[in-house]
């Protein structure tokens, strides 16, 4: 049994052990202890999972132009400011990978922001989820480089301007490029781990008020996290698409 079930992971494990097996033996994964196999941070990244869909559905149904409630009002700023970010970091065809923007924002946002929620925590604490997180990343700025330029005018990117050092810079931009993943699985989760800890200390040690401030912090590194994740990858996908001039 791990340690420090959730009792939300405690309920998936106790009816739904099945199904967890069954998902990890489609990835020829075995759980250590199959009786248990599901983690807390997989279980907190479905709940958020849920929570996003549930509340875009609602979203959707109620949007109007004529009288926009006041969740469509912080949409359409939050939708405003991505789209002026990525119009600044990426270029005039930063709207084209908005969608992606979006999601990675909304999804890192909704997991650092539950652990605020007691008897939650937050999935981005656990190695495991910031690293998924960032091999996406990876992968779709690759891939969005290699649809806008080609291969070959891809490949050029990683080469340099100057064709004396080309193959050195490759090199090092190969090298560069697969740290990226690293570090932003390191950023995200140091933050967020330490963040954690220390208002779990303080909740444990002092009366509610301290631990109050402490949270508010916590509450400002996780949308601050969400947005560096977000920049970053914008930066990424901008460099990726860009032409050569």
């Known amino acids: 049994m791990q340690e420090h079930e959730l009792w939300l992971t405690a309920l998936f494990n106790n009816y739904l052990a099945g199904v ?15 009786a248990r196999p599901w983690a807390n941070f997989i279980v907190m990244e479905i709940l958020v999972t849920v929570v996003l869909l549930v509340l875009f559905g609602l979203l959707r149904g109620r949007l109007s132009v004529d ?3 006041k969740l469509q ?41 539950i652990g605020i929620i007691p008897t939650f925590e937050s999935p981005t604490m656990v190695p495991a989820v910031p690293a998924g ?3 996406a990343v990876f992968v779709y700025y690759n891939i969005m480089g290699l649809k806008e330029n080609g291969l070959l005018k891809y490949m050029k990117h990683f080469a340099g301007p100057m064709p004396a050092i080309s193959p050195l810079m490759f090199v090092i931009e190969i090298i560069s490029h697969l740290a990226r993943p690293l570090s932003l699985t390191i950023r995200l989760f140091a933050n967020m781990f330490a963040g954690e ?16 401030a402490f949270m508010g912090l916590h509450l400002f590194v996780a949308v601050l996290q969400a947005y560096i994740f977000s920049l970053l990858t914008m930066i990424y996908v901008g460099s990726a698409t860009e032409h050569e001039h």
């Open 20 to 34: 967890g097996n069954a998902l990890l033996g489609l990835v020829h994964v075995t759980a250590k202890d199959p």
């Open 67 to 69: 009288r926009p409630g």
């Open 73 to 113: 009002h912080v949409m359409e700023a939050i939708y405003n400011f991505l789209h002026n970010q990525s119009e600044e970091t990426v270029g005039h065809h930063g709207h084209k990978y908005l969608a992606f923007f979006g999601t990675l924002f909304f999804f890192i946002l909704f997991m650092n922001l």
């Open 133 to 135: 997180c960032a091999l």
């Open 197 to 212: 800890q220390v208002t779990l200390v303080f909740l444990s040690l002092v009366p509610l008020v301290v631990p109050a």
